[in-house]
T-cell receptor, first 114, second 117 residues
Framework: SQQGEEDPQALSIQEGENATMNCSYK?????LQWYRQNSGRGLVHLIL?????REKHSGRLRVTLDTSKKSSSLLITASRAADTASYFC??????????????FGKGTHLIIQP | NAGVTQTPKFQVLKTGQSMTLQCAQD?????MYWYRQDPGMGLRLIYY???????DKGEVPNGYNVSRLNKREFSLRLESAAPSQTSVYFC????????????????FGPGTRLTVT
């Protein structure tokens, strides 16, 4: 079953605006990761936040994690046309140090209008 | 470095046919994974291999078998393909190791688009 659920399912904004997408999950986790998938391609890792962290930044990306609400958000600032893609959250909730795989949500499809 | 490579890129099978999807990584990673992605869905784990010589079932293993041939290669076999196995298949690898703490990203191949008619 899907562990994470992204919200919204689709998001369309103007270039230069900020994009925020949310992820909720069901069980306790070790870490939560965000991935990007361009159309027809494999997934690319964006950022990882551990369960004892509340916020993390990487370039134009900001991720927050609220373990009490079992939710995370991904903020992309100053969006660009090249940010058009699907974004997935994935949780590591196993006991295998991540070797036993991740559980992915259904994704948010982000469209940046030029 | 090529990263994670998958062959073939596309495949069409008839119901009942068999095939093997190949995956290789050149990053010396311990762990490898097979996922499937259906339209409008996230990825679902089929099988994983936490180390050379070990394999374990994921969320949706029925109808599939895997082989961790060596540290580099992890293959996925469909013995008798069914239309429900029409999907895009992704292989991934990671430094993750059961004897260490977590916190490792996964690296994905470009995918194999499989259609079963």
């Amino acid at each position: 079953s899907q562990q994470g659920e992204e919200d919204p399912q689709a998001l369309s904004i103007q270039e230069g605006e900020n994009a925020t997408m949310n992820c909720s999950y069901k069980t306790s986790i070790n870490n939560l990761q965000w991935y990007r998938q361009n159309s027809g391609r494999g997934l690319v890792h964006l950022i990882l936040i551990r369960s004892n962290e509340r916020e993390k930044h990487s370039g134009r990306l900001r991720v927050t994690l609220d373990t009490s609400k079992k939710s995370s958000s991904l903020l992309i600032t100053a969006s660009r046309a090249a940010d058009t893609a699907s974004y997935f959250c994935a949780t590591d909730a196993g006991s295998g140090g991540g070797a036993d795989g991740l559980t992915f949500g259904k994704g948010t499809h982000l469209i940046i209008q030029p | 470095n090529a990263g994670v490579t998958q062959t073939p890129k596309f495949q069409v099978l008839k119901t009942g046919q068999s095939m093997t999807l190949q995956c290789a990584q050149d990053m010396n990673h311990n762990s490898m994974y097979w996922y499937r992605q259906d339209p409008g869905m996230g990825l679902r784990l089929i099988y994983y291999s936490a180390s050379e010589g070990t394999t374990d079932k994921g969320e949706v293993p029925n109808g599939y078998n895997v082989s961790r041939l060596n540290k580099r290669e992890f293959s996925l076999r469909l013995e008798s393909a069914a239309p429900s196995q029409t999907s895009v298949y992704f292989c991934a690898s990671s430094e993750a190791n059961p004897s260490r703490g977590g916190g490792y990203e996964q690296y994905f191949g470009p995918g194999t688009r499989l259609t079963v008619t």
